[in-house]
């Protein structure tokens, strides 16, 4: 299950460092062809944080893509942290690691790969 996991958390991980890079490069060529200088949208700023206009008034995040990279590099870290600690406790069930490995998945609970039996396994194994 951790194997499927981390598997699962690496290409959510991937895809979104992908999309962050090709918005860095299309606001570089932006600001490069002077887009922003014209009284168009300036720049994504690093952190903007509003609500959406429709009824079910959810909020939204926007991060600009350094902010997406470095919290992309931070959770790498945090991956690789749980993964230590999950191999450290192999034998003694679940560890802290999994349920911090299960906690990084659950940010993309929604995603069709998503296997809502990991949120279960977790359950009926408590550490």
């Not at 168009?40 to 700023?45: D, M």
């Not at 909020?59 to 600009?64: F, K, M, T």
């Not at 490995?101 to 659950?106: D, E, F, K, R």
């Amino acid at each position: 299950m951790v194997s499927d996991i981390v598997e699962f958390v690496t290409a959510r991980l991937n895809a979104e460092e992908r999309e962050a890079i090709t918005a860095r490069a299309r606001r570089d060529l932006d600001i490069a062809r002077g887009a922003f200088l014209q009284g168009s949208e300036p720049p994504v700023p690093d952190t903007s944080v509003g609500w959406t206009d429709d009824r079910k008034g959810g909020a939204w995040v926007l991060l600009g893509p350094e902010r997406l990279l470095r919290s992309i590099a931070a959770m790498r870290q945090i991956v690789e942290q749980a993964l230590a600690v999950h191999d450290e406790g192999q034998g003694d069930g679940a560890t802290a690691g999994d349920e911090i490995l299960l906690a990084v998945a659950s940010i993309w609970s929604g995603h069709p790969q998503f296997d809502p039996q990991w949120l279960r396994s977790q359950e009926v194994n408590p550490t």
